[in-house]
C-alpha cells in the first residue's frame, strides 16, 4: 500500500520558514532521540555527517577561503528503527502515532521541502528476528518496501538528505559553518540537553579536525548559574529554564517557547537594566529562557515553528492567553533571574537618566521622585528624547488613572463621605498638581529653546550673512497663516509682547483681501496684525476692535532702507486701509475700527543710521539704552516703538528670567514661579495705561 495522500500536493502545501531553513535536519535528529528513547537503552548515540562539496578549485588553504557548498546531511543512530509500525506510519499522512509526545506526523515532508531525496537504511530487530531495510524517499514514491531478514547485526538507521536545494542553502539565516549547525541544534533540542536526557551527539564535517560533541560543546556553552522558575496563567503552569549562554557573534538574549521539547518560538528579549552582553568571570555571556507547558504543546502549529494561542485543537480552547501578557509575566521572571547582573547598570543608568533630566529635561523631575519605578522603562542607552517619551507616556498613564480614580472615590464620596474617600482625594489631588508644575516647566522649557534659536537667527550665518526677516518672523508666528490654524503652543507672540497672545484673530503675512475681519480690496501685506476685543461678546454700543495691533520685522543688520522701505510710514498705511475697511454691521456701524480703536505698531528691525532718521522724523524717542524708539501718532490713535532685536531678546530674556533661573535650579519654589507667572498675566488694554511723553 502506498502514501495514502497525493504526496507532490502534500508537498507544496508544507510550509518551510525562512527563519529556520535548518527545520528539516532538526527534525531527523528529533525522530533519532526518539527512537533511542523507544529502544530504551542508555548508550544511545547519533553521528550527524554534513557532506559538502568537493571542489579542486577551491583554495586548500582553509583560513583564507570561503566554505565548500553543503550538498547533503547523513543522521546515523543507534535506535529502534523502522519496525513494522514505524514504517507503516512513515507512510501514513499526518500519522498520530507519536500524538502521544507531540508527532505531527508532518516532519518527513519537509525533508523533501529542501531536499531532492532521501535515502533511507536501517538495520532492527523485530520479533527476535534482525531485518534490514532500505528505500529511496522522493515526490515519485509510492509503495512501501519490503524488509529482508538479515543475520545479528547492530541496529542502525541511516537517513540521508541528499541534495540540499540552491534556494534553501542561500537563505539568509541558514547556517553553513560546523559551529552555527552545532549551536542552531542545541538551541533546538535544549531541553533535552538542559534536563541531562540527550544522547550522544556527534558532529562529522570535513571543515574541522575533530567532531563537534554537542553534549560537551553544551556544557561548556552553558554557564554554571541557571535556575528552573514558573509562572501560573489562569490556572495553567508554565515552567521556565533560565541559563546564561557564552555569547556568539551577532546572538542576543532570546526567550524561546517550546513545544514537546522542542524549541519553537524565539523571541528575542530586552530588558532596561540589561546590556547586551552579560560579564561574569571574564566571560561574555548572553541570557536564554525556554518555556516549557503542556498549554504549549498542545497549541503548535503543525509546522511546529509558531504557538497558535488561538488554537482550536488545544484542550484550552476555552482558556483566553493573551500571548504579550503572559511574555511580559515571564520577563518579570527573568529579570528576578538577571538581578545580580543589573543592579549596578541600573544604578548607574539612575544617575544618568537623572543627569539628563536635570540638563535637558527639568519638568520631569517631581516624576522621578514620585515614580522612580520609570528608571525600569528606560534602555540603558537611551537617548534624552527616548527619555523624554517615556516620561511623557508615565504622565499621560497618570493623568488618565488618577481622572478615573477622582471619579470613582468622588462618586463613592457623595453617598458615603468617609475620611478614607477624603485621604484618597487628597493624594490624587496632589498627584494632579505635580502633573501641572510639569506642564509648566515644560512650557517654560520651550520658551528657553526658543529664545536660543532666535539668539542663533540674528547673528551671521555661515557665509558671514544675516538671516533674512522671514526667518525670524517665522519664529514668532508661523508665515501665510491666521490664528484659527495655528495651535497655540506654536505662536511665540510673547518673545514681542505677553498681552499679544490673547488676540481674538490674527493674519501673518496675508494681504488683506484675506483677512477675515475685514473687507478690502488691497493687495498689501503686514507681517502680522491682530485684532483685541472684539465687541460682540462684550458692548452693545460698538462693534468695533478696542484695539489692532501691527508687527513688522526688517532683516537684522539691514541699513539700505529707501523711502519706500520706511516701515513706520507702512506701518500707517496699514492703519489707513484698516480704518477705511468698508464692512459694516447689522445696523450700518463699521466692525473693524473707530475713531476709538487704539492701534499698536511694532516694528522689530536693528536700530542703523537709516532707521534712526524715519524715527526721528515721525518724532520718535529713543530710550535711555538707544535700543528702541517709541512715540504716539495722535492722527491715528497709534502706539509706535521700533524695538532692535537685541533688545527683543534681552527683554524678553529679562521678564522670564525668575522663571528660568528656578527651573535650572536644584529644586523647584513653586510660590516663587506662581507668583512670577502672576505677574507676566497682564491683561489686554483698550488704550494706553500712560500717554508716553513725546
Not at 517550546?258 to 540589561?274: G, H, M, S
Not at 537685541?646 to 527683554?651: G, T
Request: glycine share 4%.
Amino acid at each position: 500500500m502506498g502514501f495514502d495522500t497525493d504526496l507532490i500536493g502534500k508537498i507544496e502545501r508544507t510550509q518551510l520558514p525562512k527563519s529556520m531553513p535548518l527545520l528539516p535536519v532538526f527534525d531527523a535528529v528529533i525522530n533519532s532521540i526518539e527512537s533511542i528513547s523507544d529502544l530504551g537503552i542508555t548508550s544511545g548515540k547519533i553521528e550527524i555527517h554534513v557532506i559538502r562539496e568537493n571542489n579542486p578549485i577551491l583554495m586548500e588553504d582553509k583560513e583564507s577561503r570561503s566554505l565548500p557548498r553543503i550538498l547533503s546531511f547523513i543522521i546515523k543512530d543507534n535506535g529502534m528503527g523502522f519496525t513494522s509500525e514505524n514504517l507503516k506510519s512513515f507512510f501514513t499522512s499526518e500519522s498520530r502515532k507519536k500524538i502521544s509526545i507531540g508527532g505531527k506526523g508532518i516532519g518527513r515532508f519537509l525533508w523533501l521541502k529542501a531536499f531532492k531525496k532521501v535515502m533511507i537504511t536501517s538495520n532492527f530487530k523485530e520479533n527476535g528476528k534482525f531485518n534490514n531495510i532500505e528505500f529511496e524517499f522522493s515526490e515519485t514514491t509510492e509503495n512501501p518496501p519490503v524488509p529482508l531478514s538479515i543475520r545479528p547485526c547492530q541496529q542502525e538507521t541511516t537517513i540521508s538528505l541528499i541534495g540540499l536545494k540552491e534556494t534553501i542553502y542561500n537563505l539568509p539565516l541558514f547556517p553553513k559553518t560546523p559551529d552555527t549547525i552545532a549551536e542552531r541544534i542545541i538551541d533546538h533540542c535544549f531541553e533535552y540537553f538542559a534536563r541531562g536526557i540527550a544522547p550522544e551527539i556527534v558532529i562529522f564535517d570535513s571543515e574541522i579536525n575533530e567532531p563537534i560533541n554537542l553534549n560537551l560543546y553544551f556544557s561548556e556553552m552553558i554557564d554554571s548559574y541557571h535556575a528552573q522558575d514558573g509562572v501560573d496563567i489562569l490556572g495553567i503552569p508554565f515552567t521556565i529554564l533560565h541559563y546564561l549562554a557564552k555569547a556568539r557573534p551577532h546572538s542576543a538574549h532570546t526567550l524561546n517557547l517550546c513545544a514537546n521539547k522542542r524549541a519553537t518560538e524565539k523571541i528575542k528579549i530586552y530588558l532596561p537594566n540589561l546590556e547586551p552582553v552579560i560579564e561574569k568571570d571574564g566571560f561574555k555571556l548572553i541570557y536564554s529562557g525556554f518555556v516549557l507547558s503542556t498549554f504549549l504543546d498542545q497549541s503548535v502549529t503543525s509546522d511546529r515553528t509558531l504557538i497558535n494561542f488561538d488554537s482550536e485543537n488545544s484542550s484550552f480552547v476555552s482558556i483566553n492567553i493573551d500571548k504579550n501578557s503572559l511574555i511580559e509575566t515571564i520577563k518579570l521572571k527573568i529579570a528576578e533571574f538577571l538581578t545580580p547582573f543589573t543592579e549596578a547598570q541600573r544604578e548607574q543608568k539612575g544617575i544618568r537618566i537623572k543627569s539628563k533630566i536635570n540638563e535637558n529635561l527639568p519638568y520631569y523631575r517631581p516624576f522621578l521622585d514620585r515614580h522612580p519605578e520609570v528608571i525600569d522603562r528606560i534602555s540603558m542607552n537611551a537617548s534624552s528624547s527616548e527619555i523624554d517619551l517615556e516620561f511623557y507616556k508615565l504622565q499621560k498613564e497618570i493623568e488618565i488613572n488618577t481622572h478615573k480614580e477622582i471619579d470613582l472615590i468622588s462618586k463613592s464620596a457623595e453617598t458615603l463621605p468617609t475620611k478614607e474617600n477624603i485621604d484618597k482625594l487628597s493624594t490624587l489631588y496632589s498627584e494632579f498638581n505635580e502633573i501641572g508644575k510639569t506642564n509648566l516647566a515644560k512650557y517654560l522649557t520651550q520658551r528657553m529653546s526658543i529664545l536660543d534659536i532666535l539668539n542663533a537667527k540674528i547673528r551671521f550665518t555661515v557665509n558671514q550673512k544675516f538671516e533674512k526677516e522671514e526667518a525670524l518672523h517665522e519664529i514668532i508666528f508661523p508665515l501665510k497663516s491666521t490664528s484659527d490654524e495655528i495651535p497655540f503652543q506654536d505662536q511665540n507672540l510673547w518673545i514681542i509682547d505677553e498681552k499679544l497672545s490673547y488676540h481674538h484673530y490674527l493674519a501673518s503675512d496675508k494681504p488683506f483681501t484675506e483677512i477675515e475681519p475685514m473687507e478690502s480690496n488691497a493687495l498689501k501685506r503686514p507681517d502680522i496684525v491682530a485684532f483685541f476685543n472684539s465687541a460682540h461678546a462684550i458692548s452693545s454700543e460698538t462693534n468695533s476692535f478696542g484695539q489692532i495691533s501691527i508687527i513688522e520685522f526688517k532683516r537684522p543688520g539691514r541699513n539700505d532702507y529707501q523711502e519706500k522701505d520706511n516701515p513706520i510710514i507702512q506701518a500707517y498705511d496699514y492703519i489707513d486701509e484698516i480704518s477705511t475697511s468698508t464692512r459694516l454691521d447689522y445696523s450700518g456701524r463699521p466692525m473693524v475700527a473707530n475713531q476709538n480703536t487704539l492701534f499698536y505698531v511694532y516694528i522689530i528691525c536693528d536700530i542703523t543710521e537709516k532707521i534712526i532718521r524715519f524715527a526721528i522724523n515721525a518724532q520718535l524717542k529713543p530710550t535711555p539704552d538707544k535700543q528702541s524708539y517709541f512715540g504716539w501718532s495722535d492722527h491715528r490713535n497709534a502706539i509706535v516703538q521700533i524695538i532692535s532685536y537685541d533688545k527683543l531678546l534681552a527683554d524678553a530674556q529679562l521678564r522670564n528670567k525668575i522663571l528660568f533661573d528656578i527651573l535650572k535650579g536644584a529644586s523647584y519654589d513653586w510660590t516663587v514661579i506662581e507668583g512670577a507667572i502672576s505677574n507676566q498675566s497682564v491683561q489686554v488694554d483698550t488704550a494706553p495705561s500712560e500717554e508716553p511723553n513725546v
